[in-house]
C-alpha cells in the first residue's frame, strides 16, 4: 500500500519524485547549517565560489535528471528557468546587500540571516507557484497577464536603470519600529532578546535589527517572486519543473552572496540584461501566437535566454574590468 502511494500522482508528478525532492533540499539544508556552518564565522569569497559551484552543478545534475525522466522538452525548460531564476536571484544580491549595509549587519551574522531567509523563500514560493498553478490550470489567460507583466516589468527596469532603493525612509521598518521593541544595536546571532524596558523597568522581549534584516531580506524575496513566479509560468506551466527550478536557483544564493557582495559593483550591465530576458521571456507568447505555433521552441528559448545573460555579464566585466572597488 505504501509503495502505491509512492506512485500515486500529484500535481502531475509521482508522489517519489516529489519526496525526492524535498529530501534533497533538506539534506543540503542540514548539511549546510548542521555540519559546515556549525558555528558563527565569516564566509571567504574562496569558499563562497567553491559552495556555489557545488550548488550550480546539484541544480545542472536536477536538471539532468528531468530530461531523462521526463523527456528533452521538459529538461530545456527546466534549465531555461534554472537560468533565469538564477539571474533573478543574482539581482537579489544587491538588495540584499542594501538590507545588511542599512542594519549594519556583521559578516559573521549575515549566513544566519541568508539561512532563516531561505527557509522562508522555500515556503513562501511553495504558496505562491500553487496559486498561479491553480489559476493558470482553471484560467488559461491568466498566461497572457502574466507575460504582458513580464513585458512592462523588464521595460520599467531598463527605465530605471541602476536607481537603488531607500531603505531610510522605508515605511515597512518605520512601522515594525513603531509596534515592535527594537534593541539599539546587535545583541550576536539572537533575534530576540529579554532585557529591561527603560521606560517600565520591566523585563520585556525585543527585537534586535538582525531580526528587522530577516524581515526585509524575506519581504524582498517576495517583492522578487512577484516578476519571477510569472517568468517561470511563461517558460513551463508543469508545478514540478517551476518549484524546483525556483528551488535550486534560490538554495545557492546564499553561499554566492559572500562572493559578488565583495564585487557587485563588475555586474553593472546584469540589469539591464536581466530586463531583456523579461522582455523576451514574456513577449514569446504573443510571438508563438503570431506565428501559429502551439509553443516557442524550448531550445530556441533557452539559447537565447543564455545569450542575453552571458551578454550582459561579459559586457559587464571587460567595462569594468579597470574600476576598483567602491570604499
Not at 119 to 147: E, H, K, N, P
Not at 194 to 200: H, I, N, S
Not at 261 to 276: C, E
Amino acid at each position: 500500500m505504501e509503495l502505491t502511494l509512492l506512485f500515486a500522482d500529484w500535481l502531475g508528478k509521482p508522489v517519489w519524485m516529489w519526496l525526492g525532492f524535498l529530501g534533497i533540499v533538506l539534506a543540503l539544508l542540514i548539511f549546510d547549517l548542521g555540519v559546515l556552518h556549525r558555528e558563527n564565522r565569516e564566509i571567504e569569497v574562496r569558499e563562497s565560489l567553491l559552495l556555489s559551484s557545488v550548488y550550480v552543478s546539484l541544480g545542472l545534475a536536477f536538471g539532468g535528471f528531468i530530461w531523462w525522466q521526463l523527456g528533452p522538452e521538459s529538461g530545456m525548460n527546466y534549465l531555461t528557468g534554472f537560468v533565469v531564476e538564477k539571474t533573478l536571484a543574482l539581482d537579489n544580491v544587491f538588495v540584499i546587500a542594501l538590507i545588511f549595509s542599512f542594519f549594519a549587519v556583521p559578516r559573521i551574522y549575515q549566513h544566519r540571516v541568508l539561512f532563516w531567509g531561505i527557509l522562508g523563500v522555500i515556503v513562501l514560493r511553495a504558496i505562491m507557484i500553487g496559486v498561479g498553478a491553480t489559476l493558470v490550470s482553471q484560467f488559461s489567460w491568466v498566461l497572457y497577464v502574466f507575460a504582458a507583466f513580464l513585458i512592462i516589468t523588464g521595460v520599467k527596469m531598463l527605465w530605471i536603470g541602476d536607481k537603488e532603493p531607500e531603505l531610510a525612509g522605508n515605511p515597512i521598518i518605520s512601522f515594525l519600529r513603531q509596534r515592535l521593541n527594537v534593541t539599539e544595536g546587535h545583541h550576536g546571532q539572537a533575534f530576540f532578546v529579554k532585557k529591561q524596558d527603560p521606560l517600565t523597568g520591566r523585563l520585556r522581549w525585543f527585537v534586535t535589527p538582525l531580526f528587522l534584516a530577516l524581515v526585509m531580506v524575506e519581504l524582498a524575496d517576495i517583492v522578487f517572486a512577484v516578476d519571477s513566479v510569472p517568468a517561470i509560468f511563461t517558460i513551463t506551466t508543469d508545478p514540478f519543473i517551476v518549484y524546483t527550478s525556483n528551488i535550486f536557483a534560490i538554495l545557492g544564493l546564499r553561499a554566492l552572496y559572500f562572493a559578488l557582495a565583495a564585487m557587485i559593483h563588475r555586474f553593472k550591465y546584469l540589469k539591464p540584461a536581466l530586463a531583456i530576458v523579461l522582455v523576451f521571456i514574456g513577449s514569446k507568447i504573443f510571438v508563438a501566437d503570431l506565428l501559429g505555433l502551439e509553443k516557442f521552441p524550448a531550445a530556441l528559448s533557452l539559447g537565447i535566454t543564455f545569450a542575453i545573460i552571458a551578454a550582459g555579464v561579459f559586457w559587464s566585466l571587460v567595462k569594468t574590468r579597470d574600476d576598483t572597488h567602491p570604499a
